[in-house]
């Protein structure tokens, strides 16, 4: 790709308060496998910047908070201001949710909750993340929220020296939270102002829960100590009367009713609920959240996704398929229903699937691919972000990539069946720094968002530096943006990676948010000239 000189653009950055706080990182641990090569497809050329037609994009603005350490929730309200939900380390022994509303400016909006930030604890003296947000018709939000269950503590025996114990660790519930239009906490929705979102099991089973084996020499469990679910995404489906919420994630497996081994590896799930109440829908599934696994005892991810407008939904995420295979993106299309919709032609699994993607275009050469969210452009194909590589270490590239030295930026578009080659190289797509001689090489994909003119908007870490990249329509970096299509933000004090976008409703303007950091998170917005 298109060299980058480290002296990047001069941005105004308005600090809202003075940055402190103590940080207990929940960020995902994602790691690669050992490859062996397969049969690969023709080389193809490295990406480079390619103009485009439209119009220009230029940062708006670029605030910082201490009120939060983690933002990554992201969405924007209709009437153009902007909601953020993450949490808050300021109590390292009790952290808190915290839900923001920042002005048009960037200032944040003292309407609500009185200083635009609204901390919530949800569950007392215990961990918990927001990942999502939504508005609804009404104004009021919805927050996705993973917290510990606080079912732990009992000591397990270790299997390898009876003389060793250890406390049973927690689970972990998703629940969501409803706030009024001034922030205040709706104590009516679900049960005493949280609704459980049940995925495999619900909290109240949790004591079926086979025990987890705990190993002294590795200080480790088998499995989990309870049940775990982490809600990753959540949407308003407004395409019925009743508006519903769907959220996506991923747990352990759904709890047996019969005889039989409980599986203890994570699946994926999409459940729906009436926004009304908190309550299962009983017309999605069965009143059930919908469940997918690959075959065998392997740990399925879910990350975000989208709910269109019939009220389908796209489930981006990744499953590590095994020895010489890895990680590959595995997308999911759900109906209104709640099944498999097998009008997505399904590609990638022996025998075919309908309703699921399966790909790893680099697994020839050692690489990997992962999707941490997918959106859709207007000749109906679906494109995806996240990281992998291209090769692995030390591992020539057949399809015209540096070797991998870190992460890649590998995002994708899929449609009619397959990769679509006419997408970015072939169907191939990976953004790397390695030629730049930088201190880091690393690209990360965490979210993505299509404008209105096809283009791409994608968020995350460029040469360890967060970054936003556009692309294209046709999956190429866009020249018109700042030369070479990457937006590059350090910063000396919150350098953590950008996790979230949202766009305006008229597309004029799109905002990225930053996961977890001790000394707080950050919020950029761009404009976009349409």
Request: aromatic content about 8%.
């Amino acid at each position: 790709m298109l060299e980058k000189s480290p002296a990047l653009r001069s941005i105004a950055v308005v600090s809202l308060v003075s940055a402190a706080g103590l940080l207990s990182a929940c960020n995902d641990n994602d790691s690669p496998s050992a490859f062996e090569p397969t049969p690969s497809p023709s080389p193809s050329p490295s990406p480079s910047p390619t103009p485009a037609p439209s119009g220009a994009v230029s940062t708006g603005f670029d605030v910082t908070t201490d009120k939060a350490n983690d933002l990554r929730g992201l969405t924007f309200a209709a009437s153009g201001k902007i909601y953020a939900a993450g949490h808050s380390d300021a109590d390292p022994a009790d952290r808190k949710i915290v839900v923001a509303r920042f002005n048009a400016d960037g200032s944040p909006d003292t309407a609500f909750a009185g200083d635009g930030f609204a901390e919530i604890n949800v569950v007392v003296g215990g961990n918990e993340q927001a990942l999502s947000i939504a508005e609804l018709a009404d104004g009021n939000v919805v927050v996705a929220v993973n917290a510990a269950d606080q079912n732990g503590g009992a000591p397990i025996i270790a299997e390898d020296n009876a003389a060793v114990t250890a406390p049973r660790p927690d689970g972990t519930s998703v629940y969501l939270i409803r706030l009024a239009a001034d922030g205040t906490q709706v104590e009516s929705f679900g049960d005493g102002g949280r609704a459980e979102v049940v995925f495999g099991w619900a909290d109240a089973d949790n004591g079926d829960w086979p025990l987890p084996i705990y190993n002294a020499a590795s200080s480790g469990f088998s499995h989990a100590g309870f049940p775990t679910d982490t809600a990753w995404d959540l949407h308003v489906d407004a395409s019925g009367d009743e508006e519903k919420l769907v959220i996506l994630g991923m747990g352990s497996a759904a709890q047996l009713t019969g005889e039989g081994t409980q599986r203890v590896d994570n699946d994926r799930f999409v459940a729906r609920v009436l926004a009304s109440t908190g309550a299962a829908d009983p017309d999605f599934n069965g009143g059930k959240a919908f469940t997918w696994a690959t075959d065998g005892t392997l740990n399925d991810n879910a990350r975000r996704g989208i709910v269109e407008s019939d009220g389908s939904i796209v489930s981006a995420g990744y499953t590590n398929l095994g020895s010489g295979l890895g990680n590959h993106v595995i997308v999911l299309k759900v109906s209104p229903q709640g099944v498999l919709d097998t009008s997505f032609t399904g590609f990638g699994l022996d025998p075919v699937q309908n309703g699921v993607a399966v790909f790893n275009p680099f697994v020839a050469d050692g690489g990997f691919a992962e999707a941490y969210g997918v959106s859709k452009q207007s000749n109906g194909f679906y494109v995806t972000t996240g990281y992998g590589a291209a090769t692995a270490s030390d591992t020539p590239s057949t399809l015209g990539y540096l070797t991998t030295v870190q992460q890649d930026l590998v995002p994708f578009r899929i449609g009619d069946g397959a990769l679509d080659t006419e997408w970015g190289n072939d169907g191939t797509q990976a953004i790397q720094s390695e030629s730049l001689g930088r201190e880091s090489a690393e690209e990360r994909g965490r979210h993505l968002t299509v404008l209105s003119d096809d283009r791409v908007i994608q968020v995350g870490y460029f040469a360890g530096t967060p970054a936003i990249y556009v692309l294209t329509e046709d999956g190429q970096l866009d020249s018109s943006v700042d030369g070479d299509g990457i937006l590059e933000f350090p910063s000396a004090t919150i350098t953590q990676q950008f996790f979230a976008v949202a766009q305006s409703a008229d597309g004029k303007r799109v905002a990225a948010s930053t996961s977890s950091n001790a000394n707080g998170a950050r919020l950029v917005v761009l404009d976009i000239d349409l």
